[in-house]
């Protein structure tokens, strides 16, 4: 008897946040390793898979990165909401118009039913231009714990600058995931 290949169970993760704020160089980074030389603006959806194995597990980890700005058409919305496993909420350090409009966010993926009963995290990206930081830790913490999300600081840029502690919960963009 043989038993057929176990099939590899798939994580669906979407990626939301503002134009700009790094999400594509996020997923960039957790799927290929680097930080991308250069990026073009995503047009519409698209995603990156990644395996990981987990407690033996191969598991592919899906994430879908969007165009930020952009409300989706009617039709790409319900196929981008669909079967989600995890949201990241993503903001930029350094914009602070990108943390305000994190409520929106939240709020549009409350309408497609991802509000608290899914795993939600919320990510401060480019922690790694300390001088230009405009949204603190402390202000995004507050935010987090209102919206019951961990919270991760850090940069799809320079992940391992370690020793200066600031990039408090995470100094590894793979530790958010
Ligand atoms: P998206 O619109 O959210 O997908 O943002 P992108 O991933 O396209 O990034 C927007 C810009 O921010 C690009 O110029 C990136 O090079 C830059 N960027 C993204 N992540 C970081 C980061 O962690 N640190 C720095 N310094 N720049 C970043
Ligand atoms: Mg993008």
Not at 137 to 148: G, L, M, N, R, Y
Request: aromatic share 10%.
């Amino acid at each position: 008897l043989t038993l057929p290949p176990p099939r590899t169970r798939i994580f669906k993760i979407i990626v939301i946040g503002d134009s700009g704020v790094g999400k594509t160089c996020l997923t960039y980074r957790f799927c290929a390793g680097k930080f991308p030389e250069k990026t073009e603006a995503t047009i519409g959806v698209d995603f990156r898979e990644r395996l990981v194995e987990i407690d033996g597990e191969k598991i592919k980890i899906q994430l879908w990165d969007t165009a930020g700005q952009e409300r989706f058409r009617k039709s790409m919305v319900q196929h981008y909401y669909r079967n989600v496993h995890a949201v990241v909420f993503v903001y930029d350090v350094t914009n602070a118009a990108s943390f305000r409009s994190l409520p929106a966010w939240i709020e549009e993926c409350k309408q497609h039913a991802l509000g608290t009963e899914v795993p939600r995290i919320l990510v401060g990206n480019k922690c790694d231009l300390q001088d230009s930081v405009q949204v603190g830790t402390d202000v995004a913490q507050q935010f987090a714990d209102a919206h019951s999300m961990p919270l991760f600081e850090t940069s799809a840029k320079s992940p391992n600058s370690l020793g200066d502690g600031n990039y408090r919960n995470s100094d590894h963009v793979e530790a958010i995931f």
